[in-house]
């Protein structure tokens, strides 16, 4: 049964085993050796710690490249089809290390030709939603100076002609078999992997020279990326290096953060109040009774609750350990977890949005190509 | 045997039967009711009475539309892939003719991203050509207040949004049936076609409000055009309007001139040398011997000489008609035809290169958008 999931860009069901899509992916788990090499540059961030950012490709040749004063560019983006929620900020969260880490420049792409191309939205609705998470964006504090917003329809004409190149080297059977797409499947989503591509390759357009490049996002997008890394030599571009995540779970204890279930979901614009009746809903490891639980304890491992905190909300792993202890004893309740974490997802939203009114003003300034929003 | 050839957008072999075609097409012969209709508008054009642009696709509506005041646009195009011949001039200067009758603006589109993706060309190649073929495009008088020149690569972000609403309405199924594509087929040729049906959408964009367009072009891009009309309504659009024409046929007897064989292929830029050595050499319906012609005559049906009088250089039908009955009557001789010719051609191409460097110019002023070559 561990194989009975479906991780794609566009789709994922069923219980994710993280090892076996590895495996499947052809990617490399980041293993303790890693790790310690990163340490090198910085405090590690608890997502690689805790193997939320799990696995990689050619992560070790970035950092040679880099050790050479070959400085890569950071590249991530997003499909804007809805409000920005917690389990988009996750890897975005983590660009904003690598950022500082390492003080790279930044690429951040917007593909509303995609969403526009998957989804029941017209060109207008992914515009607006791409100006909308693109705020939640830059409101996480990424270095103005040294990052640049894409958005597909806006930026196409510095895109298209890598896309063009990158298109050439792709045949159909390609896309297909990666992607799975049927004779049903409209053309605009077989090119678009194309576009997603030219962004990994823009960095050597811009410095005129090959220009390494890593792609810290969701493990969901290495189909583009598999593609993109066959396609780079034969361009005379280099591979991008990937840093996959897993994906930010759901608060019904489902594997993914989806819109698809808005009560299982914060977003970036919810109120203290929308907040506590989502985690007070949130599925837990608690027993059914109070009596119960404070004798048999109960279980951090499928607790959303919990996970929100291993994810996102608890960086100081003593302090974690200590939540799980005191769960499996029965020395805390599901009801006060719940408590603790509105309190501290409250806390983050509030000055979230007060960044997130700012960023009104500094997004313009990130826009690549100065294009208007 | 009939039906033994083929005609697509990128592949044109056998002997074609023009009249098969607008049938397998499924496109309308322009009838004598037809002509008298246009003849309201202007003296005829000899192509549209020589049955040379044949065939059409809602001409009668976009009259009716003419008529209560609602002017089309006109677009055609041109796959810059190397220097202009004549065979690609011919449906041209149609247009120049449509243009100067119905005094309409004009839209024309270099497909350098298509030249790009179906031949072993860069982009830099196909935009080169794009400019030389503009060139020749402009030394025909089209009006430089009224006409705009696309580049794909250029003009993309206008384009680009079109072409994405056009995708989503065409599936991989319906590409691969109309154009024949294959698990081989790169993924930008599968794309592409929205790029050509773009150009017809935007006249409609440009106006603010549903513009009728005619699109006088080969009969070899009848699929494009195909999926542009079925699109059309879906995307509050009108259908384009088609006007047809044959191919321009080849010095050797072929049915299009080709630069697959440069002798027997006329570019713009030929000097009047080069004209004399491809004239001599082309193919004729002459007989053996001076002598046997003399008795039996010739066969203009079959001159690839004559055939160039009847579709480019002899306007005037009558001496058209005397041309011929000479042939067969064994009065003249076909070195006579070819020195004829040559001096057409050369009188044609010493005016036109000069306008040509005239155009260099001009080109910029019809630059849509206002990009720079």
């Known amino acids: 049964m561990a194989e009975d999931f479906k991780v794609t860009p ?23 050796a890693m790790i310690k090499r990163i340490a090198k540059y910085g405090e590690v961030h608890p997502m690689l710690r805790r193997g939320i950012f799990y696995s990689h490709r050619d992560l070790g040749w970035l950092l040679d490249e880099y050790d050479k004063g070959n400085r890569f560019y950071l590249y991530t983006g997003r499909g804007p089809s809805g409000n920005t929620h917690l389990g988009h900020m996750m890897p975005w969260i983590f660009n904003k290390w690598v950022q500082d880490t390492f003080k790279v420049k930044m690429i951040f792409q917007m593909t509303d030709d995609e969403k526009f191309l998957f989804k029941d939205l017209t060109l207008h609705d992914t515009r607006d939603m791409a100006y909308e998470n ?11 100076d040294n990052t640049k917003i894409i958005v597909d329809t806006e930026n196409i ?9 990158v298109a050439k080297k792709v045949t159909f059977s390609t896309a297909k078999d990666v992607f799975g797409f049927e004779g049903s499947s409209n053309i605009g989503k077989i090119f678009f992997t194309t576009l997603e591509s030219a962004p990994a390759f823009l960095p050597s357009e811009i410095e005129g020279r090959p220009t390494p490049v890593v792609v810290p996002c969701g493990i969901d997008q290495d189909p583009h990326f ?45 109120t203290p109040k ?19 639980q404070r004798e048999k304890g109960g279980n951090p ?25 005191k769960c499996r004893n029965g020395e805390i309740l599901c009801g006060e977890c719940k408590v603790a974490l509105t309190s501290k997802i409250n806390v983050f939203l509030e000055a979230h949005q007060a960044k997130r009114e700012e960023a009104k003003e500094i997004v313009q300034k990130m826009a690549f190509d100065g294009f208007k929003w």
Request: hydrophobic share 35%; net charge negative.
């Open 274 to 292: 929308q907040v506590k009746k989502k985690v007070g809903r949130a599925f837990t490891g608690g027993c059914v009774s109070v009596e119960e």
């Open 226 to 270: 598999r593609v993109t890394r066959d396609v780079a030599p034969g361009l005379g571009y280099p591979k991008p290096s990937m840093l996959y995540c897993k994906m930010c779970p759901s608060l019904n204890g489902g594997d993914k953060m989806s819109s698809s279930d808005e009560m299982a979901t914060i977003y970036t614009t919810d």
């Open 134 to 144: 693109a705020l939640d964006f830059v409101a996480l504090g990424f270095d103005p």
């Open 157 to 165: 004409d510095r895109l298209y002609p890598i896309a063009l190149r």
């Open 10 to 32: 566009w789709e994922v069901t069923g219980d994710i085993d993280y090892d076996v899509l590895m495996k499947r992916f052809g990617t490399t788990p980041i293993d303790e």
């Open 301 to 325: 491992e499928v607790c959303a609750v919990f996970k929100y905190n291993y994810y996102l909300f608890e960086h100081d792993d003593a302090k974690l350990n200590e939540m799980a202890e």
